[in-house]
């Protein structure tokens, strides 16, 4: 220590009638505390770009290599007037967005192992849930890029363009998919032990649920019972209505995105499934959040 | 006088290690209060609970009137804490690091902007602020993390071993700004298991041993309650151990000796508890009857270490000593993050 600290030059009182000083309101501080968390993630991305640049490369590469794999597939496999780039690039956002999302608890855990998450936890937060929320809007931010670069690049390989109503469609589920699994990340993050654990959770759920939803092949291609757990699929169910978005302009609220065992589903009722599941997975894991004495 | 912090009949548990037993104080506003105690004995685990990382087991908290367990964050709001391990982001700015806790704290912008400045000058960061804090050293961590703790003006701050790894002149640095801050009204309470360190700053202070409070009080009354006061007496730079037990042996049929115990490991010396007074020159007259030289011999008064001897049976380096061996670390901060 070479200066000397001068704390005379200071005011280091601690002022008693100090609530001046601070924001009230749970509004104020909830978007004062999820905006410097945020933040913070955004500090990090911009001085550490690799995750950024790998989360482009990889739908990326998935849209040319399943793209080339499918080429010479027998026309009209993937249905009528159907090309397998309009087919792969709704599954491709999806599964970007979802494998995205399913990865925000990482940072989380290691926080916690640094004990920086000790500092979040010490602070007077107007709700835990702003840890989640900053997490949420980081990676639906890297996310949208992720899909205007799939949307794009589907469009040089044949897919098309969804209308414009459509791409605000696509945003909207995009969203809540990205919310539900962030959220359940988030709640994993602190119910796990550790990282280890975490990284093998997510290495066992991630590209087993690609398969298991119709991201690379329609239901008819499956096995009856990976159609059954393919309906199951909540990301099947962000899938197919993007799916249709992609095929049809003239889409509505009552229109028929998606056919399962069990029934036909509507875009509305889609989007309800959708709003549910993440509804669910925020309430599940209040009490993880609330663990440390909330 | 107002009570800041007070803990009564604190416990807590991991698992099978009853970490804190039970541990009640109280810490005056406007004091700088120490938790003295070895290696193990509980500090951290009792600063958890008081900032509400852990819940306790049992036992009742309250912050300025306000019950941590009830209340956490009200109680949080008026606690400034600096951890024992500094955990900082490092690829943020030292700048960026105490405005994200300007912003967890909910300071106004127009508040927060010059309290950061003023603290960056008080800890003499301004050379390092908009460095990431990845390139800091350890002193420099500590200087930011303490800047953050004080970034909204807590009532108490908390200081969890604060010296550890801060050369000698830091330390003094550090303990004059504490200092400081009591002068502005700031209730301090901080953890230690150097004795010196309590002793030059604490008005007050609790020793814990095991999980358990064995005393409170100011360092003069501890020392005053143990009563008398300390020699130590060198014969020759290494007396033999024959000599030693002549010179015991007379001494403790002195009638103001207490008590003489010889220290092996300090070449024989001799230390003495007397009753207070000056004994110095009886103990010279005596020792030249036997023929016995003196190499050194002093007086003073108890120390803190002689408080915890006396309440523990064990000096303070002692039960570091032991406790080093005997814990889990990785255990431990598994157990923590839950
Ligand atoms: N998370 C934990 N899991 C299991 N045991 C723990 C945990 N935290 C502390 N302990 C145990 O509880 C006791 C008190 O630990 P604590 O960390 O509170 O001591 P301390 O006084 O802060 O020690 P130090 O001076 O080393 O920081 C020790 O025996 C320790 O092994
Ligand atoms: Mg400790």
Same mark, same amino acid.
């Given at each position: 220590m070479t200066q000397i600290i001068a704390p005379e030059k200071v005011n280091l009182t601690f002022a &008693? *009638?100090?609530?001046? *000083?601070f924001k009230s309101g749970v509004m104020a501080e909830f978007s004062q505390e999820t905006l410097a968390m945020t933040k913070r993630l955004f500090i990090q991305l911009q001085r550490r770009p690799s995750t950024l640049i790998a989360g482009i490369i990889q739908p990326f590469m998935w849209l040319v290599l399943f793209g080339a794999l499918f080429y010479n597939a027998p026309k009209g496999l993937f249905g009528n007037e159907l090309n397998y780039a309009q087919f792969l690039a709704p599954g491709i956002i999806i599964f970007t967005a979802f494998s995205g999302a399913l990865n925000a608890g990482l940072p989380v855990m290691f926080d916690r192992e640094f004990g920086f998450l000790n500092r979040l936890l010490v602070a007077p937060l107007s709700t835990r849930y702003s840890i989640v929320a900053a997490s949420t809007i980081y990676i639906i931010a890297l996310t949208f890029i992720q899909t205007a670069v799939i949307v794009i690049a589907s469009a040089f390989l044949g897919a098309g363009w969804p209308s414009l109503a459509g791409l605000g469609a696509i945003a909207l589920i995009v969203f809540l998919i990205v919310l539900a699994v962030t959220a359940l990340s988030l709640g994993l993050a602190f119910a796990l032990p550790g990282h280890i654990e975490l990284i093998a959770v997510i290495f066992v759920t991630n590209l087993p649920l690609l398969f298991a %939803?119709?991201?690379?092949? &329609?239901? *008819?291609?499956?096995a009856g019972w990976l159609q059954i757990i393919a309906s199951l699929n909540p990301l099947t169910y962000a899938i197919e209505p993007i799916r249709y978005l992609y095929l049809h302009s003239?889409?509505?609220? *009552? %229109?028929?995105v998606m056919e399962t065992p069990w029934g036909e589903f509507s875009f509305g009722n889609v989007l309800l499934i959708l709003l549910a599941f993440a509804a669910l997975i925020l309430l599940t894991i209040q009490p993880l959040l609330k663990k440390r004495f909330a | 006088m107002t009570v800041a912090v007070s803990i009564k009949n604190l416990q807590k548990r991991y698992g099978n290690t009853e970490a804190v037993k039970n541990v009640s104080f109280s810490v005056n506003s406007g004091e700088i209060f120490g938790l003295l105690g070895p290696n193990g004995a509980g500090k951290t685990t009792t600063i958890r609970c008081l900032t509400t990382l852990a819940k306790p087991d049992a036992g009742e908290i309250m912050i300025s009137g306000i019950s941590a367990i009830a209340n956490p964050r009200l109680a949080r709001q008026k606690i400034g804490y600096v951890a024992q391990e500094v955990a900082l982001d490092k690829m943020l700015t030292g700048r960026e690091m105490l405005q994200l806790q300007a912003d967890l704290y909910h300071l106004k912008p127009k508040f927060a902007q010059p309290r950061i400045e003023q603290l960056i000058n008080a800890l003499g960061l301004q050379e390092y602020a $908009?460095?990431?804090? +990845?390139?800091?050293?350890g002193g420099i961590r500590k200087r930011l993390d303490l800047a953050a703790g004080l970034l909204h003006q807590p009532e108490v701050l908390v200081l969890d071993e604060?010296?550890? +790894?801060? $050369?000698i002149e830091s330390r003094f640095i550090f303990w004059d700004f504490l200092r400081e801050l009591k002068k502005a009204g700031t209730t301090v309470l901080i953890t230690s298991h150097y004795l010196e360190e309590i002793d030059a700053l604490a008005d007050r202070l609790a020793i814990i041993d095991q999980g358990i409070i064995i005393s409170e009080g100011s360092p003069n009354e501890l020392k005053d309650k143990i009563g008398g006061d300390r020699i130590t007496l060198r014969i020759r730079e290494f007396t033999s151990e024959n000599e030693a037990n002549n010179a015991k042996n007379l001494l403790v049929s002195l009638p103001f000796v207490t008590e003489v115990i010889i220290n092996k490991a300090q070449g024989n010396s001799l230390n003495l508890v007397v009753t207070q007074g000056n004994n110095l020159s009886k103990i010279e007259t005596s020792l030249t009857s036997l023929n016995l030289p003196i190499f050194s011999m002093s007086q003073s008064r108890p120390s803190l270490d002689d408080v915890y001897l006396a309440a523990t049976g064990r000096t303070l380096i002692d039960a570091e000593l032991a406790a080093a061996g005997s814990r889990d670390l990785k255990a431990e901060k598994k157990q923590q993050m839950k």
């Open positions: &008693p *009638n100090q609530s001046d *000083n %939803s119709t991201a690379l092949a &329609p239901l *008819n291609f499956m003239d889409w509505s609220i *009552n %229109s028929v | $908009d460095n990431k804090t +990845g390139t800091y050293s604060p010296s550890v +790894g801060l $050369d």
